[in-house]
């Protein structure tokens, strides 16, 4: 099955810097990526949508300006929190979407665990 | 109203019981239907995919109604392993086919 990774898998950072988070479709090509952020016990909230080339489409309430991303190839997505404070402390995770696949079937990452001190 | 729901749960039920899951949408022009699995601090996973005309697949049974916008998971002969949380999703036609999902139904199989 197709197989996306994210880097890193956690990651704890101080209050006011910068944490970039990278997302890997492995055996596919992937046009379109989403970023979700999962509080605990809360479901899935879609953040922005990533377009290979072009620029995100941000989710209302979403600040493009704090969640930077860039989706430069076929096979990679990043999203950079910027200037990171403790509400942002999350499970984010990306999805791809199989350019060959049917259905709008969306594979995920395992996920990035941030936690901002 | 939320666009997806899904039964608050959770269930908690013994193994080798059925249960059955329900899940209602808003948007009638969504096309595509999905349950996925989520266990505890992991990435959801694709159970199946849910089409008009049913799909099974070994214990497990998805049904869509267009009609109704509803969809639904049946679980039969539930194993200690079915432990986890179902998420319905569903995902327009419309821009670039963004998914929504629901805030997800919680199974605990009790020896």
């Known amino acids: 099955g197709a197989v996306v990774s994210q880097h890193p898998s956690w990651v704890i950072c101080k209050s006011g810097t910068s944490v970039k988070i990278e997302c890997r479709s492995l055996?596919?090509?992937?046009?379109?990526m989403f970023w979700y952020r999962q509080f605990p016990k809360q479901s899935l909230m879609l953040m922005a949508t990533?377009?290979?080339?072009?620029?995100?489409?941000?989710e209302q309430g979403v600040e493009k300006d704090k969640f930077l991303i860039n989706h430069a190839s076929l096979t990679l997505s990043t999203l950079t929190v910027t200037s990171a404070h403790p509400e942002d402390s999350s499970f984010y995770i990306c999805?791809?979407?199989?350019?060959?696949?049917?259905?709008?079937?969306?594979?995920f990452g395992p996920g990035t665990r941030l936690t901002v001190t | 109203r939320k666009e997806v729901e899904q039964d608050p749960g959770p269930f908690n039920v013994p193994e080798g019981a059925t249960v059955a899951f329900n899940c209602t949408y808003s948007?009638?022009?969504?096309?595509?239907f999905f349950w996925y699995r989520q266990d505890c601090r992991k990435e959801p996973k694709l159970l199946m995919s849910?089409?008009?005309s049913g799909n099974e697949d070994g214990r497990f049974t998805a049904q869509l109604n267009r009609a109704s916008q509803y969809i639904s998971l049946l679980i039969r002969d539930s194993k200690l392993s079915d432990s986890a949380t179902y998420l319905c999703?569903?995902?327009?036609?419309?821009?670039?086919?963004?998914?929504?999902f629901g805030d997800g139904t919680t199974l605990t199989v009790k020896p």
């Open positions: 999805s791809a979407r199989d350019l060959g696949g049917s259905q709008y079937e969306q594979y």
């Open positions: 055996d596919f090509q992937a046009t379109t």
């Open positions: 990533s377009n290979e080339g072009s620029k995100a489409t941000y």
């Open positions: 948007n009638s022009a969504s096309q595509s």
């Open positions: 849910v089409y008009s």
């Open positions: 999703v569903v995902t327009s036609g419309t821009n670039a086919g963004k998914s929504t």
